[in-house]
């Protein structure tokens, strides 16, 4: 199986602030890779397909870069309702998740 | 309004039995692959098992692989997971997902159900 690991796996930040939250795959999935937003006691929400593609709807502060291991998910400017724990997925094959990114407020 | 709503989630003895439901709105559910993913409290997300559009191919974690049983009904517009066995590490909250498929190796999930709370302990 393809292990996924995100970090950090947690991490502080202020409104404003530009973060990058790291994704590594354990082989090459080439660009399968998504992001998800979730906040807590709420569904998951996809943010980013195929490691660079906005869905739409999302604001256009975040977005997603990489391909074969390694992946970023960036947020240019940080605003109040982006705090929330952040997970990476990969489908190359099987559809894991990769552990999280709990984001919180500094 | 698309809608995933989940039910039948409850209290449960270890060994016992459980089946889950979800109800689909809004979307044309016989086009979606679907699936089942859940999450322990206070820890991340895990991919249960999910069925194509048809029931045609369906896929487990191995975790779940002989005890778990995904199944759908297109004229209901419903997603099922029956539960047997069912042991401490299976208490999560149980989330419907589904699934846009663009290619084998490009799909994504962009429809969430709220999910439904499994607890299994004596």
């Known amino acids: 199986d393809i292990q996924m690991t995100q970090s950090p796996s947690s991490l502080s930040a202020s409104v404003g602030d530009r973060v990058t939250i790291t994704c590594r795959a354990s082989?090459?999935?080439?660009?399968?890779l998504n992001w998800y937003q979730q906040r807590p006691g709420k569904a998951p929400k996809l943010l980013i397909y195929a490691a660079s593609s906005l869905q739409s709807g999302v604001p256009s502060r975040f977005s997603g870069s990489g391909s074969g291991t390694d992946f970023t998910l960036t947020i240019s400017s940080l605003q109040p309702e982006d705090f929330a724990t952040y997970y990476c997925q990969q489908t190359y094959n099987s559809p894991y998740f990769g552990q999280g990114t709990k984001l919180e407020i500094k | 309004e698309v809608q995933l709503v989940e039910s039948g989630g409850g209290l449960v003895q270890p060994g016992g039995s459980l089946r889950l439901s979800c109800a689909a709105s809004g979307f044309t559910f016989s086009s979606y692959w679907m699936n089942w993913v859940r999450q322990a409290p206070g820890k991340g997300l895990e991919w249960v098992a999910n069925i194509k559009q048809d029931g045609s191919e369906i896929y487990y974690v191995n975790s779940v692989k002989g005890r778990f049983t995904i199944s759908r009904d297109n004229a209901k517009k419903s997603l099922y997971l029956q539960m047997n066995s069912l042991r401490g590490e299976d208490t999560a909250v149980y989330y419907c997902?589904?699934?846009?498929?663009?290619?084998?190796?490009?799909?994504?999930?962009?429809?969430w159900g709220r999910g439904t709370l499994v607890t299994v302990s004596s």
């Open positions: 082989q090459s999935i080439s660009s399968y």
């Open positions: 997902a589904g699934q846009v498929v663009v290619s084998a190796t490009n799909w994504y999930f962009d429809l």
